[in-house]
């Protein structure tokens, strides 16, 4: 597996500002504040509202692979819960983005394992599938290829092909210093009276 810098070490509004701020997974936000992940993708298409192919994702995914799923922005059905997380946190999965919705979202940030979803409902998932793993997908109007860099913090979710890794990780470091001279600068700025 690549390496990637670990997560929240660079904030995704810069790694999408290096991608001429494409790149952001549209309406998916964190469920927990301090919520950080920064990893491959593992991805997974499922029927929405159906969560068999997350299961089976959980047969193959390795340690610091994203949960890439798209369950077609679904926010009728919770995709994953405590429960899923539990075992997410036991196979040391980087993260899971859902392009649909979670549930107890009180034990997630207990648990610590990062989940960013579209929404949130009580209401579980069904079973029986169809799905997919491993294709290219989408999610939040983002392609996403198995080993694209998946980055997420409290502003949400970009996805990097992962031709452009490097690429874009020097452009963000470059930003990064940019941004701080802009931060110096404004610290120097007095009142006009
Ligand atoms: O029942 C499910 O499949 C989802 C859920 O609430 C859990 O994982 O805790
Ligand atoms: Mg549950």
Do not use: C
Request: aromatic residues 6%.
């Amino acid at each position: 597996m690549p390496t990637y810098p670990p997560p929240g070490a660079l904030p995704v509004a810069t790694v999408s500002d290096a991608m001429d701020r494409f790149g952001v997974a549209d309406g998916i936000r964190p469920l927990w504040r301090g919520a950080a992940l920064s990893g491959p993708a593992f991805t997974v298409w499922t029927r929405p509202g159906d969560n068999k192919g997350l299961h089976a994702a959980f047969q193959t995914i390795r340690r610091g692979e994203v949960l890439v799923v798209n369950g077609g922005g679904d926010a009728t059905r919770a995709l994953i819960g405590e429960l899923v997380v539990q075992k997410a946190k036991a196979l040391a999965v980087g993260g899971i983005v859902l392009d649909g919705a979670a549930r107890d979202v009180a034990e997630l940030a207990d648990l610590g394992v990062p989940v960013f979803a579209r929404a949130v409902t009580p209401a579980g998932p069904w079973k029986t599938g169809p799905f997919r793993i491993g294709g290219p997908i989408a999610v939040g109007g983002v392609p996403v290829s198995p080993g694209d860099w998946v980055v997420g913090d409290d502003d949400g979710v970009a996805v990097v092909p992962r031709e452009q890794v490097d690429q874009v990780i020097g452009t963000a470091h470059a930003l990064v210093e940019g941004e701080a001279e802009r931060r110096a600068a404004n610290q120097r700025l007095i009142p006009r009276d």
